[in-house]
Nanobody, 120 residues
């Protein structure tokens, strides 16, 4: 069993910063691609940032230059540093990871979501 616990969301004023964390625990052989997505009511979940197993990190155009995704493999944790936040960044943010529980089995997992509200 694998668990993802997100933290770091909250209310922030425009121009402010937040750092989201996603701690992965449980039966972990290795962690592959990781990413952050967000969703607003009535809209589809959209990619914010992603670190693939190989290749370059990708960002949504709307967050380039403001958000930074990173990972700490020793702590099995994924981060999203969000700077210069705008009201349109308001959403529920979800962590997404590919976890190998052994040499042969890989599954995709979602975090429970954390609310980010940008408002004055």
């Amino acid at each position: 069993q694998v668990q993802l616990v997100e933290s770091g969301g909250g209310l922030v004023q425009p121009g402010g910063s937040l750092r989201l964390s996603c701690a992965v625990s449980g039966r972990i052989f290795s962690i592959g691609a990781v990413g952050w997505y967000r969703q607003t009511p009535g809209q589809q979940r959209e990619l914010v940032a992603r670190i693939p197993s190989g290749g370059s990190t990708t960002y949504a155009d709307s967050v380039k230059g403001r958000f930074t995704i990173s990972r700490d493999n020793a702590k099995n944790t994924v981060y999203l540093q969000m700077n210069d936040l705008k009201p349109e960044d308001t959403a529920v943010y979800y962590c997404n990871v590919n976890v190998a529980t052994d040499r042969w089995n890989v599954r995709n997992y979602w975090g429970q979501g954390t609310q980010v509200t940008v408002s004055s």
